[in-house]
């Protein structure tokens, strides 16, 4: 049994931290900030298409905060909150784990990012690195799963979980093999999970990259609009109502424009990654993965009982920080840095700067307080 650590007890965790449990290899220590009443007095509910109706579960061990976990050596601590360095930075969520008397007593453990977005590791790094212990060990991973928080100790889940896993080198973008050491360590983090595909890769950049392609494309859309991608792609009901779908009286320009600025966004976002190095190649960045997402997304966005409505867009509609910075930001700043022109990407990033610069004013308020999951909203 290896003792984990997982911080962030939302959507992305609970499904993951669940298929940690059935793997049977885990002691799972679980940091439930936010939700720790509720999860601590009634356990967490999972309403998933992949591993079933699952009611009242809890890991080994629940606290509120990392300071309370910080008592023991873990072999891996996996984060899984929202990466939104512009409101606190990933260092400062582990500084019970990065500082005495943790590092006095406990040798660093493996750090397992389970985040969205770009250039994440490199403040990590950094503060581990001053700790002067070893090199730093951290994992970086690609999340491709459909899940909602609904509510505090509520999480609905779709019929898939993937998972790609990859050693972050730090300014390497270029070593495309695992050493001895890395890949053991990786196919020991693969066989703790359970009911999950996952897929060990020597340089994770290229698949994190590939991820947030989804993310600024089609989460993107959704917030800038406000509706579900099912608004994109979703033909009218004919038996059973739902909703949004596609309304017949202008479905031609939401093809021509609306599905058309998608695959556009796609294009300059697979320019961006030649800019950085990624070959087109399976092994890299393949042209055919814009022809890929769209066909993916939207046959799984027109299904009826699809009603995923993306993170960001709940986020926004709940007034909580969004991960502008990391999926949009950071992706203008690379492109820049490379002389490399993404109009429609830097536009979204304009207008999701001014949103996110509204709920940071908003949460500031005095008009707001703190919420049931670790945020604020307005009274």
């Known amino acids: 049994m290896q003792d984990v650590l997982l911080v962030g007890f939302g959507a992305v965790g609970t499904v993951l931290s669940y298929s940690l449990h059935l793997s049977q290899k885990v002691r799972l220590t679980a940091v439930a900030k936010g939700n720790y ?19 009242g579960w809890m890991p080994d061990r629940v606290v509120s905060s990392v300071s309370e976990a910080a008592d023991r050596q873990y072999s891996y601590v996996m984060l ?6 512009d409101v606190i930075k990933t260092p400062d969520i582990l500084k019970p784990l990065l500082s005495s008397p943790y590092c006095d007593k406990f040798h660093q453990p ?9 250039n994440i590791e490199r403040d990590l790094y950094y503060a581990i690195k001053s700790i002067g212990q070893s090199e730093p060990r951290i994992v970086s991973t690609g999340v491709y799963l459909l899940a909602n928080q609904v509510a505090p100790n509520v999480v609905t889940h779709g019929p898939f979980i993937q998972l790609f896993l990859g050693v ?43 991820k947030n392609m989804i993310n ?5 859309l959704s917030c800038l609009t406000r509706f579900s991608i099912s608004a994109v792609y979703r033909p ?37 990654g030649r800019a950085l190095g990624f070959p087109d190649s399976e092994d890299g960045l393949p ?38 910075e990391v999926i949009w930001g950071e992706l203008v700043r690379m ?45």
């Not at 509720?38 to 079933?52: D, F, H, P, T, V």
Request: aromatic share 10%; hydrophobic share 30%.
């Open 37 to 55: 009443k509720q999860i601590k007095n009634a356990g967490m509910n999972l309403k998933s298409e992949r591993y079933g109706d699952i009611r």
């Open 216 to 220: 600024v494309a089609f989460s993107g």
């Open 287 to 324: 042209s055919s993965i814009i022809e890929k997402y769209i066909a993916t997304l939207s046959k799984d966005y027109s299904t009826p009982s699809i009603n995923h409505r993306t993170s960001t867009l709940l986020d926004i509609e709940n007034g909580y920080p969004i991960e502008v």
């Open 110 to 118: 493996t750090y397992v990012l389970l985040q969205n977005g770009l």
């Open 168 to 210: 972050y080198r730090h300014n390497d973008l270029t070593t495309t093999v695992n050493s001895p050491q890395e890949q053991t360590l990786l196919e020991n983090l693969r066989s703790l999970f359970y009911g999950a595909d996952i897929t060990v890769f020597p340089e994770i950049q290229r698949k994190k990259f590939a």
């Open 335 to 379: 492109a820049k840095e490379r002389n490399v022109d993404i109009p429609r990407v830097e536009m979204s990033y304009a207008i999701l700067v001014l949103v996110q610069n509204q709920i940071l004013r908003q949460r500031n308020s005095k008009l707001y307080r703190q919420d049931t999951v670790g945020y604020t909203y307005q009274l």
């Open 236 to 272: 009218p009901p004919t038996d059973t109502p739902y909703q949004p779908y596609i309304e017949p009286a202008t479905a031609d320009r939401v093809k021509q424009y609306t599905q058309g600025w998608i695959r556009d966004i796609l294009v300059e976002l697979s320019s961006s």
């Open 80 to 85: 899984a909150t929202k990466c939104i360095p």
